[in-house]
């Protein structure tokens, strides 16, 4: 069954072709409305309330909900972990709950515990976004990568191919990232050491044909886009630490001077480990989106809170 975006977006499963689309175009038109210099008071959500659950840090994902909810508009609230009840011993239910009975429209939630946001909407009165559950899912980054896939010149539905590349099974950028970008008909390559490799049933994609896992770099030769992530080692579990030297993993599958041809396509979540996954000569030279990336995503966090908030 579809879960209806009305009441949230917990996952990419949830997205139709047409649904991508328009956020898509919405995110362009809110993209030049929110360039330098620009006045970026838009409108569209006046007076409606959102708020921010961030149980986990960040910076990318937490500022462009706010500036795009501000320039739409919105009034905005902010709970910080360590200072939220919740470090009292108030169950997320419970703080759930109490957000629900201030009348907000709309909770971005950020979260270590994976299907959280989706378990919370059934207590919800609110819209529920996920801002990243575990190693769950990311939606909303999977969305702005697309954008980004797109503004640099590989749009849907064309054959164009996209590398991941590095610790797959940890990460929620690239379970949403494969599988929209894969029923959006893009070829996807996993690379990965063998022990990152995901479960492609854990994931929803056992489906798709369209998708190739290897353990070697040497297979992105053929991608059009190639996303590189961080190892994340606060999602480790026994058997995976102390498996990855950060010098040796640089060796085999840092993105260094020359491991990209020229039309190659440089891509990265963040935050980047310099020096790790990939290196400072490369960051962000003519090929990295890197910093598109960031920007797009306030322009396509606005078109999906209007998406959510006005159907
Ligand atoms: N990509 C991403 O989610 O970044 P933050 O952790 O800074 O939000």
């Not at 379970?175 to 990965?192: E, F, H, Q, R």
């Not at 797009?296 to 159907?311: D, H, M, Q, Y």
């Amino acid at each position: 069954m579809k879960l209806e975006l009305s009441s949230g977006l917990f996952t990419v499963d949830q997205l139709l072709e047409a649904d991508v689309c328009e956020l898509l175009e919405k995110g362009k038109f809110y993209k030049k409305r929110f360039a330098r210099g620009q006045d970026k008071k838009v409108g569209g959500l006046s007076g409606l309330r959102m708020i921010n659950m961030f149980f986990e840090p960040s910076t990318r994902t937490r500022i462009s909900f706010e500036a795009a909810a501000k320039s739409m508009g919105m009034l905005v609230s902010n709970i910080i972990a360590d200072a939220s009840a919740m470090s009292k011993g108030e169950t997320a239910i419970d703080t759930l709950l109490t957000i629900n009975a201030m009348n907000f429209d709309v909770i971005i939630i950020r979260t270590d515990k994976a299907n959280l946001p989706y378990e919370l909407s059934r207590y919800s009165k609110s819209a529920i976004i996920n801002a990243g559950d575990g190693s769950n899912e990311h939606p909303t980054q999977a969305l702005l990568d697309l954008f980004t896939i797109d503004e640099r010149g590989f749009p849907i539905g064309k054959g164009h191919s996209v590398a991941i590349v590095g610790d797959l099974i940890h990460s929620r950028v690239a379970k949403s990232n494969t599988k929209l970008l894969l029923a959006m008909g893009y070829k996807v390559i996993l690379v990965s050491p063998l022990h990152w490799a995901p479960d492609p049933k854990e994931w929803g994609i056992d489906g798709y044909d369209n998708y190739i896992c290897s353990n070697g770099l040497d297979s992105i030769k053929d991608a059009d886009v190639v996303m590189t992530l961080r190892i994340q080692t606060e999602r480790f579990s026994d058997i995976h630490r102390g498996k990855i030297d950060p010098t040796k993993y640089n060796e085999q599958y840092g993105i260094k001077e020359g491991t990209l041809t020229k039309n190659q396509v440089l891509m990265h979540p963040g935050p980047v480990n310099r020096g790790v996954e990939i290196d400072e000569s490369v960051l962000y030279n003519s090929q990295s989106a890197i910093l598109d990336q960031v920007e797009n995503g306030v322009a396509v966090r606005a078109a999906i809170l209007e998406k959510i908030l006005r159907g």
